[in-house]
T-cell receptor
Framework: GAGVSQSPRYKVAKRGQDVALRCDPI?????LFWYQQALGQGPEFLTY????????KSGLPSDRFFAERPEGSVSTLKIQRTQQEDSAVYLC?????????????????FGPGTRLTVL | GQQLNQSPQSMFIQEGEDVSMNCTSS?????WLWYKQDPGEGPVLLIA?????ELTSNGRLTAQFGITRKDSFLNISASIPSDVGIYFC??????????????FGKGTKLSVKP
């Protein structure tokens, strides 16, 4: 079956431009996460959705970052007025369960990421 | 943001060698996970650990969840060339019984000995 897909895979933006990054989770997955991965670092949490509800956005670095998942499936991460420090790989992950269960149901499956470069 | 302490940062392997890496945290986690990331790809789950003290194997990989729930190690036995890549440990938070986001280490980069 299809995994998590993200588009575009690469995005180059001029400083000050707005960008929108798309995530298509695995069909039927309730939970969706966005992470930011700077070069040479591990991914860092940005925000979390259960269906269409954004339950945690504590990792968003500034109010220029906005995420939505209006129908509980596809999600978009938007960055307004991009800055050079926004350059990173943006990873999306989805998982099936909402309850904390031991087993495959709560495994987070990652997409390939979108590499954003801000010039 | 918070990241786990993962070591070593990098290591060189020769085919057939055993490899070991570990991860520590100042916080307690209910779940520890180990991921591998290849260039241009997202992390792929290798092993998940759910109980303190648990020792779990997946082929040539063995991982343990520390008794204190603040550490974990990953061993790779008899390494092969396709083991090269970046390995990340991650602790998982929870939201009142529901699963939450992952806190990652900075990664251990495995390369082939020249």
């Amino acid at each position: 079956g299809a995994g998590v897909s993200q588009s575009p895979r690469y995005k180059v933006a001029k400083r000050g431009q707005d960008v929108a990054l798309r995530c298509d989770p695995i069909s039927g997955h309730v939970s969706l996460f966005w992470y930011q991965q700077a070069l040479g670092q591990g991914p860092e949490f940005l925000t979390y959705f259960q269906n269409e509800a954004q339950l945690d956005k504590s990792g968003l670095p500034s109010d220029r970052f906005f995420a939505e998942r209006p129908e509980g499936s596809v999600s978009t991460l938007k960055i307004q007025r991009t800055q050079q420090e926004d350059s990173a790989v943006y990873l999306c992950a989805s998982s099936f369960s909402r309850r904390l269960l031991a087993g495959d149901g709560d495994t987070q499956y990652f997409g390939p990421g979108t590499r954003l470069t801000v010039l | 943001g918070q990241q786990l302490n993962q070591s070593p940062q990098s290591m060189f392997i020769q085919e057939g060698e055993d490899v070991s890496m570990n991860c520590t945290s100042s916080s307690i986690f209910n779940t520890w996970l180990w991921y591998k990331q290849d260039p241009g790809e997202g992390p792929v789950l290798l092993i998940a650990l759910y109980k303190a003290g648990e020792l779990t194997s997946n082929g040539r990989l063995t991982a343990q969840f520390g008794i204190t729930r603040k550490d974990s190690f990953l061993n790779i036995s008899a390494s092969i060339p396709s083991d090269v890549g970046i390995y990340f440990c991650a602790g998982q938070l929870s939201y009142g019984g529901s699963q939450g986001n992952l806190i990652f280490g900075k990664g251990t980069k495995l390369s082939v000995k020249p």
